[in-house]
Structures are given as structure tokens and as C-alpha cells.
């Protein structure tokens, strides 16, 4: 496709992800341009080359005269008002979004602009730091890039927002929204509090403890080293979710600790988490694609986010 | 230290630690040699121009006659018997050993070789992937190396083992065998029951799931693909401070899931656990020496404990 005839895009927050979208769109000659509440960040991002304003209203403005694609990338707390200014000046777009818990943003659009052109979408990618500064236009390569696919939705609309996310370097996974939302709790939202309990535990031994701490405890805790605003607003906007994995993390955990109180063995424990990572290993070693699924056809929605079950991704084919 | 003049070391095992001890030591031009049962291991070993038999009298006798320092470093089920060949070969050699647990091995050497001349250690170092072909000479690099320091260990025998962690790379750590094992339950053992669990509740949502995993997944559960039986001999060898790390975050979690069941929030554990990735962080960046200790003087070993409960590492200095 030719990037410099494509639909503009307008992102409103230049943090990680919405900051790393613009160098990766821009970089390849795409027409991109965004919005950030922060002075600071508008200098930076435009004193490295990136068409970038403190004005919402006139980005706003400008992407409805330009048809552009407008992606919310704020944190969550700031998006009704982006909402409510999207849907004052520049009520037709199409919009999207790449915050974590897809259920949550969607009632934040419903609310505030019913008639909206939106199609969720949330990007797997690191939140470990955060900021312009942390910006990179290879942020997205390899990453998984969920694209919400409910029954209802538009399937020209659709197929827009999967070739952003394909543009951007990321592979497109289609899945209902409360799907994608249990997800992420299971394998990201959880992994924070285990990561949280382990590197607890770890350092509350002593400092003997921590000085012979390797590799098992730096990695096993690194995503504990998140900014803990940044981990409360992703794990408590998903806490239904997460209450379940946590939950069963619970149980496993009792029942591996009566095992070895009453037996001295590890055993199921273990072997349950080495299957599981075998499992994922093999998952992540292949991407199988969706296939035989025409974007708009009769039930295609459904048989996308089927074959997206079964670990499958989706590639933008001629004839798709 | 002139190398060729020093203690030679005979190393019983050649498996990932062993193997990577010998290359280390004789990459180095020090006088190392090496014994394992398994044929396929010693041809290995002697094809990679490493001094390695399959004949564990014979080399014992040699390490008698040498004066050797022997190292144990095979699994722990073989433990018994090695111990048995250095008392009828070796009696009087000084022994030290490279496997977890301390207080077992402790109890090991106790009674197959009462009058051992025996100083425990541990290098912190990988054990995702094993044998002979996992070895490298720079696995000890900046690892921890624990050193059994008990108040009634021979100044000079303890002498001789933190230097031999020294020459491998490693920096040494002092301490007492079961704030050892209690350290360890805690940032090693522990951590591979939190990867495991979170392995199992991840993998246990759907394929969907494991195909959205990103870095928190990928990292939070490395060691969960560690062979199963290598995981449960470290973990269930050390069953009763692993209990209570076990113990301490099944509390840790239930008090998590009560808060966020009753106020939709994760603020303490996720802040305990920054709290305490911090204070990781910022021991593994500063190795604070040990000062003021002179091995052998009254109390030497009380206080080379004491310091290394603050985190420190021991230095081979001269007048130590």
C-alpha cells in the first residue's frame, strides 16, 4: 500500500504508545499528527521532527476536515474528555484507541459520544517507562495489536484500524472485548501482582537475601519496578477480570502448599507450570494466520475471533 | 596469585556448574581436572581439551596425592555416593561443593564423612539449561558465590574455597548454612513456584491468551521451563524455609484479593512490591565490600556474617 496516499491519523496523548505511533507512522512518510495536554512534550516531540500541539480543538478540527483516523492514547482518567471533544469536533471519524482494558474505554466512548465510529484496540507492548522520552518507533514490531471484533462492527471501519495496527509493525488479533479483557488479566494483569508478591517476599528475608538474588528473582520481578500509578490504573480497570485469576492463583498456590507441607513435594505445581510455559513457548515460536475469512461476509466477526481462540493471528491478504 | 602454583582442583560432576568450573579454572592455566559417571560426558569434556575421566578412584587418588580441593557438584541423589568415594580416597582433602541446599549437603557430608574437612558454597548461578553442553567458562562472572561460614570453620580451609569462587569469577558472599537456605527459599525458590503458578493461570484462559503474552508473561515465567525434576530436587531439598516463603505469599495475595474484592484496589501489594524491586535494584548495582575483618582473628566469621546480612561481599585483600 502506499503510505503518503493513506488516511491521516491523529493521536491524542504522545506517551509510550501514543508517542512511539507517531515516529513509527511519521518515519514511514505517513501523515500522522498529534495532541498532548503537556507543553513540555509538544516541544519535544515537535523539536524532533514530529507534527505535534497542545490544541485539542484544532487537531481535532483538522482531523475532521481530513477524514483522519483518531486514536486515543491517553491515560485512562483523561479519556471522557477526549471523548467529549472528539465527539464536539470531529463526530464522524473513525476512532480507536490503544488502552489497556477494552470493556472499560468502551463505556467511556458509549457515554460520551453514542454515535461513535469506534473500534477498540490495545497493543501488547511495554509500559515499564513511560513519557515522550521513552518513545520509539520499533515499539510495536513483533508486538500482538488486539483489534476489538464484535458482532456489530463495521467492516471497512475494521479492517482500517487492523492495517494502522499492521502498519505500525504489530500483529493483528481479533477478539471480543471481555475476552480480550480476561486475557490480558490472566497474562498481564496477574503477572504484576505475582511479580509483586514474589520481589515482597524476596526482599523482606534480609539483605543477604537480596545480594544473592539472580536471575530468577530480577526477572520473575521486573514488571514490579513499574510506576505503581501506572500498574493500579491497568489492574483496577480490570477488576472483575482479575479478581478471577487471582482467585485461582490462590487456590494453586494452597493446594501446592498443603502438597508440600503433607508430602514434601512440589510436584504438581511445577509440572502444571512447566506444561504452561512449554505451552506458550510453542504459541509464541508460531504465528499461524487466520485463514478462508472474507472481512465483511456473513458472520466473519464470529469466525475471526473463533480462529483468534485458537492462538491465530490475522494478515491483511489481498481478498480478505 | 600466580595460577600454576596454586592448589590443584578436582571437581566431581560435569554438569553445568562443574563443567563451567572446569573450563573457568583451566582456561586459566590452573590445574583443574574432572570426573563424571556418564561416558558420553568425559568424551565431551576430553574432545574440548579439558582433563575429564570416568574413573572416580583414580582420581580421587590423584586428588589425594596432590593435595586437591574437591569440589562436589552433582545432583544431589548422587551426593551420597561421592562423599563415601572421597572418604576412602580422599580423606583428608579439603571439600566443598557447588549444589543448593546447604543444609542438606551439610547433613550429607556429616554422615558418609564425618571428619571432612568440608566448606560449603554455592555459586547463584543458571540452571534453565544442563550438562556439559550448557557449560561456559564465564558463567560465574559477577555471580554470588555463598561460602559456609560457621563459627567453627578452619580459617584457612574457608581461606581457600572464597578464593577458589574468587578465581572462577564469582564474588563471594559469607554466610551461615541455614540463612542460606532461608535466602535462597526466598529470592530463588519461592520465585519458581510465582513463576509457575503464574504459567498455569495464564496458559489456563485460552489460546487467545497465551497469544497476547508479552514481556510480563515471557519474563515472569522463564524459569518455569526449567526441568521439572531439576526445579522439585532444589525446591523439595528445601522444604521447610520454602514453606514459609510459600506461606508468606499465599497471605500476601489473599490480603490482595480481599482489597480489591472489597475496594477495587491493589495499592498495598502493588507498593510493596515496587517498594521492594527498588531496594533489589539498588543492592545488585552496589557491591559494598566487607571491612575490617581479618579471617582467622577472634570472632572473624561472626562478623564476616553479620556484614554480609547488610548486603556486602567479601574481597580477597591483602592482610584479610
Known amino acids: 500500500m502506499s503510505s503518503s496516499t493513506a488516511r491521516p491519523v491523529c493521536i491524542l496523548g504522545l506517551g509510550l504508545i501514543g508517542g512511539s505511533l507517531l515516529r513509527r507512522l511519521a518515519d514511514d512518510g505517513h501523515r500522522a499528527y ?24 484544532a487537531v481535532l478540527a ?19 474528555a477526549m471523548v467529549a471533544a472528539v465527539a464536539e469536533h470531529a463526530p464522524s471519524c473513525l476512532l480507536t484507541d490503544v488502552v489497556s482494558v477494552k470493556t472499560e474505554v468502551a463505556a467511556v466512548v458509549a457515554a460520551g459520544h453514542p454515535g461513535a465510529r469506534y473500534v477498540g484496540g490495545h497493543p501488547m507492548a511495554g509500559t515499564a517507562h513511560s513519557g515522550w522520552a521513552a518513545t520509539h518507533s520499533d515499539l510495536f514490531v513483533g508486538a500482538m495489536w488486539m483489534v476489538s471484533t464484535p458482532d456489530d462492527v463495521d467492516p471497512t471501519d475494521w479492517r482500517a484500524v487492523a492495517e494502522l495496527a499492521h502498519r505500525a509493525g504489530a500483529v493483528v488479533v481479533p477478539a471480543a472485548d471481555d475476552a480480550h479483557d480476561r486475557a490480558v488479566a490472566a ?20 539483605g543477604l537475601a537480596l545480594r544473592l538474588a539472580a536471575g530468577s528473582f530480577r526477572d520473575g520481578t521486573r514488571v514490579a519496578g ?19 485469576t487471582l482467585n485461582e492463583t490462590i487456590d494453586r498456590l494452597v493446594a501446592a502448599r498443603d502438597q508440600l507441607r503433607d508430602h514434601g513435594s512440589v510436584e504438581v505445581l511445577v509440572a502444571d507450570g512447566h506444561r504452561a510455559r512449554r505451552r506458550y513457548e510453542e504459541v509464541a515460536a508460531a504465528q499461524v494466520p487466520i485463514t478462508e475469512v472474507t472481512i465483511g461476509a456473513d458472520g466473519w466477526a464470529a469466525e ?13 491478504v489481498d481478498g480478505n
Chains 1, 2 share one sequence.
Open 304 to 316: 475471526l475471533r473463533r480462529q483468534a481462540h485458537l492462538g491465530r493471528i490475522w494478515l491483511p
Open 62 to 80: 483538522r482531523a475532521a476536515d481530513e477524514d483522519a483516523i483518531v486514536v486515543l492514547a491517553t491515560p485512562v482518567p483523561a479519556l471522557a
Open 226 to 244: 513499574t510506576a505503581p500509578e501506572l500498574q493500579r490504573a491497568m489492574l483496577e480497570g480490570n477488576a472483575m477480570a482479575l479478581l478471577n
Open 34 to 57: 498529534g495532541y498532548n495536554r503537556s507543553t513540555t512534550t509538544v516541544t519535544e516531540a515537535t523539536a524532533a521532527g514530529y507534527d505535534a500541539t497542545g490544541d485539542l480543538s
Open 187 to 206: 497474562i498481564s494483569h496477574n503477572p504484576h501482582l505475582t511479580a509483586a508478591v514474589t520481589a515482597a517476599v524476596g526482599a523482606g528475608e534480609s
